[in-house]
């Protein structure tokens, strides 16, 4: 496909030549797609209209699990990297809070968000996957651990509104959907929202479209869903790559669904794994949230 061909993609497809370790973290940002490489500390951009390669923009010596852009400020990045969080300016990695200083285990962050408020939510797991040892915590201004007890913490994703949050909790097989409070952030009225199989794969990345639908990346499960806001399957989009990771809407009419995957731990991995894919759906998304941030 030519840059200038915006056929519809009615099957998923290869976005770029590149594969990546474990990708992660795709968000739409001012007109194209973000994702990082986690292990390998990298962040990456690329179009949205039409396939190519993966352009670098930072690579840190430590684990980097998501980034929201900074508000008002182009440029800038509010990250989840190596144990905490930190701002990605102008070729800097700058330190913000460290947020696993205190774990007993060896951890790091793993997936993050901004909300439409502008606070950011980060996760965190321990390398060995220590039950119960991963937190999530809302960053703004202050930080706080908002959720504790968790094993590997994914998204949160939230609605447009910003008043309801998803949360996975991988290994568990478990999403809970939370009230957010839209003026403190405090969460209320935890709900099991999904609870799948090992033969459905286990939650990973998620995001929430236009509709209220939570789209879910299936690891282990070449797969990714699309449920509905009472919780019902809506739609089941089959994958070659054995571990989606992460979902994000964007491109034309934001309609295009990009997903991330791994070829992490496996054996033998396929073509698949490890690559950026896309297929066009038929709801739209919403562009990725800024985190607000005092300029300094």
């Known amino acids: 496909m030519t840059a200038q061909d915006h056929t519809t993609l009615s099957e998923p497809v290869a976005w770029s030549d590149d594969r990546l370790e474990l990708g992660e973290g795709a968000r739409w940002v001012d007109g194209r797609l973000v994702l990082v490489d986690l292990l390998a500390g990298r962040l990456l951009e690329t179009g949205g209209d039409a396939p190519g390669p993966l352009r670098e923009l930072y690579r840190l010596d430590l684990p980097l699990g998501a980034v929201a852009p900074v508000a008002g400020q182009p440029g800038r990045w509010l990250a989840a990297a190596g144990t905490g969080l930190a701002l990605l300016d102008g070729g800097q990695v700058l330190p913000v809070v460290d947020l696993e200083s205190t774990n007993p285990f060896p951890a790091r962050v793993n997936d993050a968000v901004a909300d439409p408020h502008g606070r950011f ?20 201004g202050t930080t706080q651990a908002a959720v504790t007890g968790l094993t590997i913490t994914n998204g949160p994703a939230f609605d447009a509104t910003g008043t309801v949050m998803y949360l996975a909790d991988t290994p568990l097989g478990q999403v809970d959907r939370f009230s957010v409070d839209p003026a403190t952030g405090e969460l209320s009225e935890q709900k099991p929202f999904l609870r799948l199989t090992p033969a459905d794969g286990f939650p990973d990345g998620m995001t929430v479209d236009v ?3 939570l789209w879910v990346a299936l690891w282990g499960g070449h797969a990714v869903r699309r449920y509905r806001p009472d919780g019902t399957l809506d739609r089941e989009i089959r994958l070659g790559a054995a571990q989606p990771t992460s979902v994000c809407l964007g491109g034309p009419g934001m309609r295009r669904l990009f997903m991330t995957t791994a070829s992490y731990g496996l054996a033998e991995p396929g073509i698949p794994d490890g690559a950026l894919l896309a297929v066009d759906v038929d709801v739209a998304g919403l562009p990725a949230a800024t985190a607000n941030l005092p300029r300094g």
């Open 211 to 213: 509709a209220g639908n």
């Open 121 to 140: 939510w980060a996760g965190t797991m321990t390398y060995d996957a220590v039950p119960g040892a991963g937190t999530l915590f809302r960053h703004d």
